[in-house]
């Protein structure tokens, strides 16, 4: 029977003395990573006995390495290929979809802890923390961590506050929830101003993102719905780095398809402008809509979203982003088709 536990509730659950593995979404962000190891700290914290590993599919993007690189917290962070070990119980932390999970897609027994809007998850698992009006997974973690006194370290709750600023969008999205959460970190001794430097601090790109950003811009397509530009493209890896620099030149919704040995992994985007003005969570419905559509599994947010499909191919795939944009908007147009359904081919 699937359960639905308050904070409380879920703190009592945690004191049961197991293994337990903390599993986020694939090339976790700060939002994702800052709840899993605060997570960790909270389990043991409530019994030393407690065993807890945290799992990174694919890794961690460039901004968590800065963070926890810069904040001096201990990494003890697997990827997928890195853990051997076994595990009572499986938490999976700000997902969305099974596709999010890398090789963990195939887990049946889980708990879940999330925030975002469209979750394909959230009906199969058997204890669930699940608050879609909250703007970060961080921002529940913080709500189990201050229930329990909030007495860890000023860089775990400054690594907090990143992850609630990161998935807020600096704010943004805040409502009065997210700023009481983060005034109680602050009061704790989390540090606001540093968290936000560590975001917004432009560092050095890797040469193998820098290929993949130079890849995308060179295979995109672009579509009109409506008013809003759609930018489409086909790239391997960075997804979500690749989606940024479309967004911030002026796509209003980019979509990254990225080649699998076994289906397409698709990625997506959108700029707030247009979540204000539609009132949807576009990301989530769009990603959601191409599982329901080709047999597969997504779902997201308002901004962002994922989705995975087997047995499509791109052509098939760009049939379903014209019927989810025409029925958005009532319009979808070629401006220029570009080379992203060649090299997804």
Known sequence: MIQDLNINEFLNFL???????????????????????VLREIIVRLN???????????????????????????????????????????????????????????????????????????????IRLYDPSRKATSEIVSLLLLTIGGDLGSEYL????????????????????????????????????????LLIRKSQIDYSERVARLKGMSRLGIYKSGKYLIAITCVGAYEGNVLKVLID???????AVACRDDGLRITVRVSEDVV???????GGLLASYIANNLSGSGGGHSLAGGS??????????????????????????????GRWIEECS
């Open 15 to 37: 004191k049961n003395p197991r293994k337990y593995c903390l599993i986020t979404h694939r090339n976790a962000d700060i939002d994702a990573l800052a709840s899993a190891l």
């Open 249 to 255: 030149n002026g796509a209003d919704v980019g979509i």
């Open 48 to 126: 030393k006995l407690n065993e807890v590993y945290v799992i990174t599919p694919e890794g961690i993007d460039s901004i968590s390495k800065n963070f926890i690189v810069n904040l001096g917290i201990p990494y003890n962070i697997y990827d997928d290929s890195s853990f051997e070990g076994s595990c009572d119980t499986f938490i999976v932390i700000d997902s969305a979809s099974r596709e999010q999970l890398g090789c963990y897609s195939h887990i049946s027994d889980y708990v879940l802890i999330d925030h975002h809007v469209v979750n394909n998850l959230v009906d199969n698992a058997l």
């Open 276 to 282: 204000k003005e539609l009132g949807k969570p576009l």
């Open 308 to 337: 995975y499909v087997r047995g499509v191919t791109p052509k098939e795939l760009f049939s379903i982003f014209s019927k989810f944009f025409s029925s958005i908007t009532g319009d979808f147009k070629i401006i220029d088709n």
């Open 158 to 197: 400054t690594l907090l506050i990143g992850g609630i600023l990161y998935d807020s969008r600096l704010l943004q999205l805040a409502d009065g929830t997210t700023f009481k959460i983060l005034s109680d970190l602050i009061m704790l001794g989390g540090n606001y101003d540093r968290a936000r430097s």
